[in-house]
């Protein structure tokens, strides 16, 4: 089966039924009055993410989706059938884009996702629905609205977890074959592999998709060679495995070109983390491999690995650094998954065909649940000052502190005074306390009536008087 990425799709989705005009006509019921029903709702135009495909193939032979039409309303208030719902099946990873290729729709990055890209008409309203006591017998009805049509592309990209680069002939292909169980082609002349395979690689515990992309070469961004249009395929990759050809002489130079390639297509593929390995060193003499080695270093200014995708040396080290980048990435993606807002239940048609209510929904319990800060982050407890001590408290303080010695007139005359300032100042702090008591009780909600005092009946107050007197 051919591989395909890109394909232009024409859909339409169902138009609407029409109401009906129709009279009630009955032996023995006169003035029947209007019987027409109403018209079906036209299917709408749905694509689906489904994860037993790999290639966009269907649409080359399909071209035109259409939706089912609703029927027409009938009489005896009979509602026409709604239309069947034409879905789209797309690979996962599938990119949905207007008619100019870059105006993007939806990214169907999960299995089994559903998204609504064309709505069916309403069904239009019979005469039965329009009869009131001013008009009995209405002959009219609404016809069903048009359907909508639009063209599509559909671009492919890859669910992989490394993507495996390099100039034709470096040895990809045969990498992927001694990783994975993946057979792709290998051949000693350039361009071996057309389109992108992919391969599982199991390292210890970890498992991962690696992707094997044809080979680029100098101008692939101006389209020389087979262009730059799989690159596209290792946006969503974690890591890129960068293969270097150490049978080449200007090792350096081949590095460079590819960078060149990639910093001209964008799209984030610059920034990835990339994994540097100078490959076939089974055929190059010892030698020369820690001089390739170091100008290699030397141009992409990191670790560069030294592998033989045919002797299988340096591979499991490799295999083993890729995994550590895919496994960071797992884990940033699961704390995202954990802390994210779950989606909103979807309420109306529209919203159900739109959200991906498939996907798992995050349990309740975690949305009153705050993401954990580091404990340098958490709030410390304030320290409060203790209030200093007025002028009074601290001379009574001194005074009873202070040694017991005879007291002379003037100095019992100064601790008389002192505790009866004391005195004071407790009553003054007990009596604000008292203040805010009674502002509590005052404080009433705005708006609300003050309560009336309570009047008392006549015979109550005549009793009041009498107890008086
Ligand atoms: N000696 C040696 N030869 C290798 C090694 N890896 C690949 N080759 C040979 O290099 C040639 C090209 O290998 P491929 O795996 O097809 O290279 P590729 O990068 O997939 O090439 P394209 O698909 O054209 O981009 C084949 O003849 C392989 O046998 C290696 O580690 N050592
Ligand atoms: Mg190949």
Do not use: W
Not at 347 to 371: D, I, S
């Amino acid at each position: 089966m051919r591989f395909l990425d890109v394909a232009k799709v024409y859909a339409q989705s169902g138009a609407g039924g029409n109401g009906c005009i129709a009279f009630r006509r009955e032996k023995f019921i006169e003035y029947g009055g209007p019987y027409g029903g109403d018209g079906g709702r036209g299917g709408d135009v749905i694509a689906e993410a489904v994860e037993n495909l790999n290639t966009l193939i269907d649409y080359r032979f399909q071209q035109h989706v259409k939706a089912q039409s609703g029927e027409g309303g009938k009489g005896k208030v009979m509602t026409g059938a709604n239309g069947d719902d034409a879905i789209m099946k797309v690979p996962v990873g599938t990119e949905i884009y207007e008619e100019d290729g870059d105006t993007l729709i939806v990214d169907m990055a999960t299995p089994g996702m559903r998204y609504r890209l064309l709505k069916g008409g309403n069904g239009g309203f019979g005469n039965y629905h329009f009869k009131s006591s001013t008009n009995q017998a209405p002959e009219f009805a609404l016809p069903g609205l048009p359907a909508e049509e639009r063209i599509f592309i559909l671009k492919l990209k890859l669910i992989a977890d490394a993507g495996l680069i390099g100039m034709p002939n470096a040895g990809k292909s045969t990498f992927l074959s001694r990783v994975s169980a993946a057979r792709p082609k290998i051949a000693d002349y350039p361009f071996t592999t057309l389109e992108p395979q992919l391969g599982v690689v199991k390292i210890d515990e970890t498992d991962f998709v690696l992707a094997d992309l044809p080979g680029l070469i100098e101008g692939a961004h101006e389209g020389v060679g087979l262009g730059d249009r799989f690159l596209g395929h290792a946006e969503r990759c974690a890591s890129i495995l960068h293969l270097v050809d150490g049978t080449g002489d200007a090792v350096a130079k081949t590095y460079k070109t590819i960078r060149a390639e990639l910093e001209a297509y964008g799209h984030g593929l610059e920034d990835k983390p990339e994994i540097v390995a100078l490959n076939k060193v089974d055929a190059i003499p010892e030698k020369d491999v820690a001089k390739k080695r170091a100008a290699l270093e030397k141009a992409c200014g990191h670790k560069v690995h030294v592998i033989s995708g045919v002797s299988g040396a340096g591979i499991n080290t490799v295999l083993r650094a890729m995994a550590h980048e895919i496994i960071q990435r797992r884990i940033r993606q699961a704390e995202e998954r954990h802390y994210a807002r779950p989606a909103r239940t979807p309420r109306t048609r529209h919203e159900r065909q739109t959200v991906n209510y498939n996907a798992p929904v995050v349990a309740k319990a975690r949305l009153t649940e705050e993401p954990r800060r580091p404990a340098s982050a958490r709030p410390r407890a304030v320290k409060v000052a203790k209030p200093e001590k007025t002028v009074v408290e601290a001379v009574f303080a001194k005074a009873i502190t202070a040694k017991p010695k005879k007291l002379g007139p003037k100095e019992g005359l100064r601790l008389a005074k002192a505790k009866a300032a004391k005195a004071k100042l407790a009553e003054e702090k007990i009596r604000p306390k008292a203040k805010t008591a009674k502002a509590k009780t005052s404080a009433r909600p705005v708006g609300r009536a003050k309560a009336k005092p309570r009047t008392l009946s006549r015979t109550a107050r005549r009793a009041r008087k009498s107890g008086k007197r």
